[in-house]
Nanobody, 119 residues
Framework: VQLQASGGGLVQAGGSLRLACAAS????????MGWFRQAPGKEREFVAA????????VYADSVKGRFTISRDNAKNTVYLQMNSLKPEDTAVYYC?????????????WGQGTLVTVSS
């Protein structure tokens, strides 16, 4: 699976951004998709995921209620809608995918898109 993330940019605190992840080589409904992020000087962390079977979603506590992950099967794209952004959301966001429903590790990683939230 090849993943191409886009949509990052500079936004003020309280604003919104929508990230997009275009997949090729596999349909998004057949793989588990997600987003991770890495802030400067910090470890990479899980943000959100959508399961291939049933489309259920899961979020990190830090973004629950503010971020929404969704997928558009027709466009073979997964989105991350980010609302009420905070300076601590500043990070490089990576689109990820995995075949296994149970493995913790993701097999495929996109190149990352930078999100900067100013205070």
């Amino acid at each position: 699976v090849q993943l191409q993330a886009s949509g990052g940019g500079l936004v003020q605190a309280g604003g919104s951004l929508r990230l997009a992840c275009a997949a090729s080589g596999r349909t998004v409904s057949r793989v588990n998709m997600g987003w991770f992020r890495q802030a400067p000087g910090k470890e990479r962390e899980f943000v959100a995921a959508v399961r291939r079977s049933g489309g259920s979603t899961v979020y990190a506590d830090s973004v629950k209620g503010r971020f929404t992950i969704s997928r558009d099967n027709a466009k073979n794209t997964v989105y991350l809608q980010m609302n009420s952004l905070k300076p601590e959301d500043t990070a490089v966001y990576y689109c990820v995918a995995k075949d296994s429903d149970y493995a913790r590790q993701y097999d495929y990683w996109g190149q990352g898109t930078l999100v900067t939230v100013s205070s």
